[in-house]
C-alpha cells in the first residue's frame, strides 16, 4: 500500500517536471512543425542562470531568501526570451520552407553550438543550489515524507499547462494560433501575421523550456550534458501524447512518470528501460500518439 | 570474371594505396583510419536510408549491437576468432532488424527519426543498467585470433586495420552496384513520391524493410571493427548522440557517391583528433557551424564540390 501511494506521489511529482519539459517543444512543434532538438539546450541554459543568479543572490545580496524564487522565473524568462528571439531571428526564420525533417538536422547544428556556448560561458565545474530547494521545508503524506519543493512544482506544473490550452483554446490570439496550424497560407491570405506569430511562438516555447530548467536547478546539480539528456526523455512524453497537442503532453508525461516511477519502486534495473518502451509501445499502435490527428497522405 | 566500373577501380585503387601507407604511416594514424573506415561503415547505413529519404537518428542501435556481440562473444561464449566475432555481430544485428524492420517500416520523416532513435536509447537503458555488461563503463574486449594466428601487440592493429581496408573496400563496391541497380534506383523514386511508386507495382514498405536490413549489417560491421581496434565497448555507442555523429557524417559527404561517406569519415576524423587539442571546448560548437554551413551551402555535401567540378569540365 505504501510502496503504491510512493509511487502515485513520485509519479505525479516525476510527471509535472516531464510536462514542464515538454510543453514548449510541443507548443513549437504544434504551430511551426519544427521538431526543436535543440529544446534541451534552453532548459539548460535555464538552469544555468537561475541557479548562477540564486547562487549569487545567497552568497552575497541580503534579501528575503523567499525573493530567490523570483529571481529563478527572472532568469529564465530573460535567458529564453533572449536567446530564442536571437535564434528565430538569426537563423530559423530564413530555413522554415524546408522540410521538416531537415528542420530537425538545423536544430540538431543548433544544440551542438549552444552546448559548447553554456559550457564557454558558465564551465564545466557543477553549479549546486540547493537552497530554495530546502527552504520549503518537507512534508509528512501518510507515512512517506516529500520534498516540498517537488510539490510545488506539481501546481507550477498544472498552471502552465492550463496557461497553454486557455490561451490556445480561449482567447483570440489562440483562435489566430489555430488558424495558422490548421492551413498556413489561408492564414496569411487572411491576414494573420504568420512571421510575427511564429517568432512569438519559438520565444514561448524556448522560454517554456528554460522556466523548466530554472525551476529544476535547485534539485539537481547543475552541469553539461543535462540538455542531451532531458531531450530524449522530452521527445518520449511529446511523441507518446501526440506532437503538437497540449493534452496530449500532459497525459504523456503521467504515463511515463508514473510508469517510471513504478520501475524505480518496483524493478529498478528497467527504469530507463520502460520511458522508452512505453514510447515504443505507443507509436507501435497510434504512429502519430495518443492525441495526435491522422495526416492524409498527398500525392 | 567480375568487371569492375570507373567508381570501382578507383576505390580498389584508394584501397590498395591505404594499405601500402600502413607500412609508413606512424601507428596513431592507423589507428584513427581504422577507425574512421569503421565509423564510415556505419554512416553508410544512415546514408542508404537518406537516399529513400529516412534519417535515423538511431543508427547506433546497430553499431552497439555489432561492437557489444563482439565483446560478449570473447566474454561469455568463448569465441576468439575475428571472423566469427563480426560474423556473430552482422548476423544479431540483421536479427533484431529483422523483427524492428517490421515495425519502423511504417514510419517516415520525424516518425522514423525519433523512433529509431527511441529504439537506440531503449538499448542505452538496458546496457547501462547491465551490471554484467560493465555498466556505463563497459568492458574490454578479448584479444582475437584470426583463423587461428595471433599476431602480438603493434601487429594486431596492423592486421585489423589492413581488414577494415579491405572489409571497407568490398562493402564499398557491393553499395557501388547497389546504388546503381534498378532497387537502388527506386529508393530515390521512393523519397521523390512513395505512393508513385505503389502505382508502379512496386512495395515501398518492402524495399525499405530490405534497406533497413542491409543498414543494419554494414553497421554492425563498422561496430565490430570499431571494437576491435580499441579493445573495448561501452554503452555510449548506443546513446542518441553518437547517432547524431553518423547523421553528421552522412550530410558532410553527401549521398550521391559511394565514396562521399569514407571522405567525410576520415575527414572529421582527422580535424577532430586536432580540434580536440586546440578548442576542446568548443569542438561541438565547431561542428555545429559546419553543418548549418553545409545545410546551407552544400545540400548535397562535399562530394557536390567534386560532382560539380566534373560537370563543369565535361
Redesign the interface.
Known amino acids: 500500500m505504501t510502496t503504491l501511494y510512493a509511487i502515485l506521489i513520485d509519479g505525479m511529482i516525476y510527471a509535472s517536471w516531464l510536462f514542464m519539459v515538454a510543453a514548449g517543444l510541443t507548443v513549437i512543434y504544434g504551430v511551426m512543425r519544427i521538431l526543436n532538438m535543440a529544446h534541451g539546450s534552453f532548459y539548460s541554459i535555464g538552469a544555468y542562470t537561475g541557479a548562477s543568479l540564486v547562487g549569487w543572490y545567497f552568497s552575497g545580496a541580503q534579501g528575503a531568501p523567499y525573493w530567490s524564487y523570483a529571481l529563478l522565473l527572472g532568469a529564465a524568462l530573460v535567458s529564453g526570451v533572449v536567446v530564442g528571439l536571437l535564434i528565430e531571428q538569426g537563423l530559423l526564420q530564413f530555413m522554415y520552407k524546408r522540410d521538416e525533417i531537415l528542420m530537425v538536422i538545423v536544430t540538431y547544428a543548433l544544440l551542438l553550438i549552444l552546448e559548447d556556448a553554456t559550457k564557454l560561458i558558465f564551465g564545466v565545474d557543477p553549479y549546486f543550489t540547493f537552497q530554495p530547494y530546502s527552504l520549503l521545508g518537507r512534508s509528512e503524506i501518510g507515512e512517506l515524507t516529500f520534498a516540498n519543493y517537488d510539490l510545488a512544482l506539481i501546481a507550477v506544473a498544472a498552471v502552465i499547462g492550463a496557461a497553454c490550452w486557455l490561451t490556445l483554446n480561449r482567447t483570440h490570439t489562440g483562435k489566430v494560433l489555430r488558424a495558422v496550424i490548421q492551413d498556413r497560407e489561408i492564414a496569411i491570405a487572411m491576414g494573420v501575421n504568420v512571421k510575427l506569430m511564429f517568432a512569438a511562438t519559438f520565444v514561448v516555447g524556448t522560454t517554456l523550456g528554460a522556466i523548466a530548467g530554472a525551476l529544476t536547478a535547485p534539485a539537481i546539480s547543475v552541469s553539461p550534458g543535462i540538455g542531451v539528456e532531458v531531450i530524449v526523455l522530452a521527445f518520449a512524453v511529446v511523441v507518446v501524447g501526440g506532437l503538437g497537442s497540449i493534452e496530449g503532453a500532459i497525459v504523456g508525461a503521467l504515463l511515463v512518470g508514473i510508469t517510471r516511477a513504478a520501475a524505480v519502486h518496483l524493478a529498478p534495473q528497467i527504469e530507463l528501460f520502460v520511458i522508452y518502451g512505453v514510447m515504443a509501445l505507443v507509436l507501435a499502435v497510434r504512429p502519430q500518439g495518443l492525441f495526435g490527428r491522422d495526416l492524409a497522405r498527398k500525392i | 570474371m567480375l568487371k569492375l566500373d570507373k567508381t570501382e577501380i578507383w576505390l580498389v585503387v584508394s584501397a590498395l594505396v591505404l594499405l601500402a601507407s600502413a607500412f609508413l604511416l606512424p601507428n596513431w594514424l592507423t589507428f584513427i583510419l581504422t577507425l574512421a573506415l569503421a565509423k564510415a561503415l556505419v554512416v553508410q547505413g544512415v546514408v542508404i536510408q537518406m537516399r529513400a529519404?529516412l534519417?535515423s537518428?538511431g543508427q547506433g542501435l546497430f553499431f552497439c549491437i555489432g561492437g557489444y556481440s563482439v565483446g560478449m562473444g570473447g566474454a561469455f561464449l568463448n569465441i576468439h576468432d575475428a571472423f566469427v566475432l563480426v560474423a556473430l555481430g552482422v548476423a544479431a544485428s540483421v536479427g533484431v532488424a529483422a523483427i524492428l524492420g517490421l515495425?519502423m517500416t511504417?514510419?517516415r520523416?520525424?516518425?522514423f527519426?525519433?523512433?529509431s532513435?527511441?529504439?537506440s536509447?531503449?538499448l542505452?537503458?538496458?546496457i547501462?543498467?547491465?551490471q554484467a555488461l560493465g555498466s556505463t563503463d563497459g568492458f574490454n574486449v578479448h584479444d582475437v585470433s584470426f583463423l587461428g594466428w595471433m599476431p602480438a601487440g603493434e601487429d594486431q592493429k596492423l592486421v585489423i586495420f589492413v581488414l577494415t581496408v579491405i572489409v571497407a573496400g568490398g562493402i564499398a563496391i557491393a553499395l557501388n552496384r547497389y546504388m546503381k541497380s534498378g532497387l537502388g534506383g527506386v529508393n530515390e523514386a521512393i523519397k521523390e513520391?512513395e505512393?508513385?511508386v505503389e502505382f508502379l507495382g512496386l512495395s515501398p514498405r518492402w524495399i525499405l524493410y530490405a534497406n533497413y536490413l542491409f543498414a543494419a549489417g554494414i553497421s554492425a560491421v563498422g561496430g565490430a571493427f570499431t571494437a576491435l581496434a580499441t579493445g573495448h565497448v561501452d554503452p555510449e555507442m548506443a546513446f542518441?548522440?553518437t547517432s547524431?555523429e553518423f547523421?553528421?557524417i552522412a550530410?558532410l559527404g553527401g549521398t550521391s557517391h559511394v565514396a562521399a561517406p569514407f571522405i567525410a569519415a576520415v575527414l572529421f576524423a582527422l580535424v577532430r583528433t586536432y580540434a580536440l587539442e586546440l578548442a576542446p571546448?568548443?569542438?561541438?560548437?565547431i561542428?555545429?557551424?559546419v553543418?548549418?554551413a553545409i545545410?546551407v551551402f552544400l545540400p548535397k555535401g562535399l562530394w557536390s564540390l567534386v560532382a560539380g567540378k566534373r560537370r563543369a569540365a565535361a
Request: hydrophobic fraction near 65%.
Open positions: 529519404g534519417v537518428f515495425l511504417r514510419y520523416d520525424i516518425f527519426a525519433m523512433l532513435l527511441a529504439l536509447m531503449i542505452y537503458g538496458l547501462v543498467k547491465n513520391n505512393i508513385r542518441w548522440t547524431g547523421v553528421f550530410l571546448h568548443s569542438w561541438q560548437m561542428l555545429g557551424f553543418l548549418l545545410i
